[in-house]
C-alpha cells in the first residue's frame, strides 16, 4: 500500500505541476501580414488552468487529512480538477479564441491585415496531458485511497463516556487531575 500511494503521490504532482508550468508559457502565437507575432501565453488563453492545477495539489494534500468516504470524495474533486484542467488546455488552442485575443491584443493589425499563421507550442498539451493523469489519480483515490496510511490519529482526543455535569462531578473531576472544562 506504501508504494502505491507513493506512486499515487508523484502521479498526481506531476499532473498539477504540468499545468503550472504551462500557464506561463506561450500556447500559441498570431501573425498578422509581416507584423511581429502577438504571442498568448497559456494563462491567457485558458486563465482557470492554474487555478485548478493549485485546487489539485490542495485536494492531494486534503487527502491525507481525510478518512474514509471523505477521502472518496477529495478523490472526485482531483478528478473534476484534473478534467477542467484538460478541458480548458483544449479550447485554449482552438483557433477561434487565439485569434479574438490576438485581435484585442493587435487592434490595428487585426483591423488592417488577414491572419497570416497560427502557430501552436507543446504547453497545451502538456496542460492537458497533466489533466489527464490528475483524472487518473482522482479515480484512483476514489477506488483504492480508503486503505491508504493517512495522518496519525495520535493527538486526538480518546473518546470518553459523558457523565453528569453536575457541581459534585465538576469537583471530583479536577480531584482526579481531569479538566472538567474540555468538551467530552
Not at 496519525?152 to 463516556?161: E, F, I, K, W
Request: proline share 5%.
Amino acid at each position: 500500500m506504501r508504494r502505491e500511494l507513493g506512486i499515487w503521490l508523484l502521479l498526481c504532482a506531476a499532473g498539477a505541476g504540468l499545468p503550472l508550468l504551462a500557464a506561463g508559457r506561450v500556447w500559441t502565437s498570431v501573425t498578422y501580414g509581416a507584423a511581429a507575432p502577438v504571442e498568448l501565453a497559456g494563462g491567457d488563453l485558458a486563465p482557470a488552468v492554474q487555478p485548478l492545477a493549485l485546487a489539485s495539489l490542495a485536494a492531494v494534500v486534503a487527502l491525507f487529512a481525510t478518512k474514509g468516504v471523505w477521502r472518496r470524495i477529495v478523490g472526485g474533486v482531483l478528478a473534476l480538477c484534473g478534467a477542467g484542467i484538460a478541458l480548458l488546455s483544449w479550447q485554449g488552442v482552438a483557433g477561434s479564441a487565439a485569434r479574438e485575443l490576438a485581435a484585442r491584443r493587435n487592434p490595428v493589425g487585426a483591423a488592417t491585415q488577414d491572419v497570416t499563421a497560427i502557430a501552436h507550442t507543446a504547453w497545451p498539451y502538456l496542460a492537458a496531458a497533466g489533466g489527464a493523469l490528475l483524472i487518473a489519480g482522482g479515480v484512483l483515490a476514489v477506488l483504492r485511497a480508503t486503505g491508504w496510511a493517512g495522518m496519525s490519529g495520535r493527538y486526538d482526543r480518546p473518546g470518553s463516556a459523558a457523565g453528569p455535569r453536575d457541581d459534585k462531578s465538576l469537583w471530583e473531576a479536577i480531584d482526579r487531575g481531569d479538566d472538567p472544562t474540555e468538551e467530552r
